[in-house]
Structure formats: structure tokens, C-alpha cells
């Protein structure tokens, strides 16, 4: 499996917006690049994904690399509700698991 | 709707008994896993089931056994409970393919003494 790096953990203000940045050097063509997020005491729930180009949801924007060796899950205007752990994960067509890596530990400061 | 649903929520065990994690989802998915999250740590991948009729080892499975019963549910078994699988096991399916999402259970916090 392709691996993703992640910062351990970054902070940011309420209603300021937040750049989550991913690693994945070793990504292939078909790659899709997905973002979970886990708030505390859940299980994890979706956020976003892409291959190529950017995308938009009501939840974030992804913002892929040309060369799709990183990318960036853009929060628009940070809450309080969006303190967690958010996860960057490479899912391929020939393999049906979805691992985890440890993520980036997000703290929103009021 | 209800989406991925575990039982219990909550188990306490002593070392040496067995017990089943029960998961079940309602969306037709075909691919199902289980996950182990330790505290401050990342989820880890046990078992998962790409397809009703198939399971497969992820990154942990020493010490447990799945069953795909059918399309819905995915169980996990713990023949012989040991402190070390003190943990939150996390259930989740998804559609299989690698453009879609994956929807996860609430959690089974299970402790082992």
C-alpha cells in the first residue's frame, strides 16, 4: 500500500482557515486520495476525496498537487466542532482495505 | 436510517472467555471491516471482507476470527480474551470500490481484565 505522512498536530483559531497537509510520494495513477476525519469519542466519518482535480464539498475543499504527490484538505472557517483527528488515505483499485495511518491531531483555539 | 450498527457498546471480559462483536449494515455495501483503536493511537485493521463469502487479514489479526454471515453482517470473534485486546473496535462498510466512502459503527469499548 502506498503510505501518506501527516503532521502530528496543528492548531488553528475559530473561524480562521485551516490547511491540512498530506505526503503521498509513492501514490500511483489510480489512487484515489481520500480524507476521513474522527471526532472525540466516534468513529471516523468521511470528509472528502479526489484523484486529480480539486474538490468541493459542504464539508471541505481537497486540493490535489499537479504531480499528486501531496495534497491539502482545506476547512474554510475552522470551528470548535472541527477539532479532530483527521485521517489521509490512499485507496487503489486492486485493494479493498482501507487502512489508517495516524493522522493529524487538530486543536481550535476560541 | 441506520447506517453501520455494532452490539454492545460497552463489554467487559475476563481473560480467557470469548466473546462476538456483532456488526451489521443496511446499505448493500459488499466490503466490511474491523478495526482496533487503542488509546491516543490510530485505527488498525484487523480483519476485512472485500465481498460476502471472503475475508482477509489486515494488519493485526493474531487472536481473532470473522465471519461474513451475509451481505449485512460481519462478525468478530475472541476465542480466548486477553489484556492486550483491551481496546475500541471500530465496524465499517463500504460500497468496495476506491471512489467511494466508507460509513463506520459507533464502537464496542471492550475491556479485557
Known amino acids: 500500500d502506498a503510505k501518506t505522512t501527516q503532521p502530528n498536530s496543528m492548531e488553528s483559531n475559530e473561524e480562521e482557515p485551516v490547511h491540512l497537509p498530506c505526503n503521498h510520494s509513492t501514490i500511483s495513477g489510480t489512487d484515489y486520495i481520500h480524507w476521513y476525519r474522527q471526532l472525540p469519542s466516534q468513529g471516523p466519518e468521511y470528509v472528502i476525496h479526489?484523484?486529480?482535480s480539486n474538490v468541493n464539498n459542504r464539508m471541505a475543499s481537497l486540493a490535489i498537487a499537479e504531480d499528486r504527490k501531496s495534497s491539502t484538505l482545506i476547512l474554510h472557517r475552522a470551528t470548535l466542532r472541527d477539532a479532530a483527528v483527521y485521517y489521509c488515505i490512499l485507496r487503489d483499485t486492486g485493494a479493498q482495505k482501507l487502512v489508517f495511518g495516524q493522522g493529524t491531531r487538530l486543536t481550535i483555539n476560541p | 436510517n441506520a447506517g453501520v450498527t455494532q452490539t454492545p457498546k460497552f463489554q467487559v471480559l475476563k481473560t480467557g472467555q470469548s466473546m462476538t462483536l456483532q456488526c451489521a449494515q443496511d446499505?448493500?455495501?459488499?466490503?466490511m471491516y474491523w478495526y482496533r483503536q487503542d488509546p491516543g493511537m490510530g485505527l488498525r485493521l484487523i480483519y476485512y471482507?472485500?465481498?460476502?463469502?471472503?475475508?482477509d487479514k489486515g494488519e493485526v489479526p493474531n487472536g481473532y476470527n470473522v465471519s461474513r454471515l451475509n451481505k449485512r453482517e460481519f462478525s468478530l470473534r475472541l476465542e480466548s480474551a486477553a489484556p492486550s485486546q483491551t481496546s475500541v473496535y471500530f465496524c465499517?462498510?463500504?460500497?468496495?470500490?476506491?471512489?467511494?466512502?466508507?460509513?463506520f459503527g459507533q464502537g464496542t469499548r471492550l475491556t479485557v481484565v
Open positions: 465499517a462498510s463500504s460500497a468496495g470500490l476506491m471512489n467511494t466512502e466508507a460509513f
Open positions: 471482507s472485500a465481498s460476502e463469502g471472503t475475508t
Open positions: 479526489g484523484l486529480t
Open positions: 446499505m448493500n455495501h459488499n466490503s
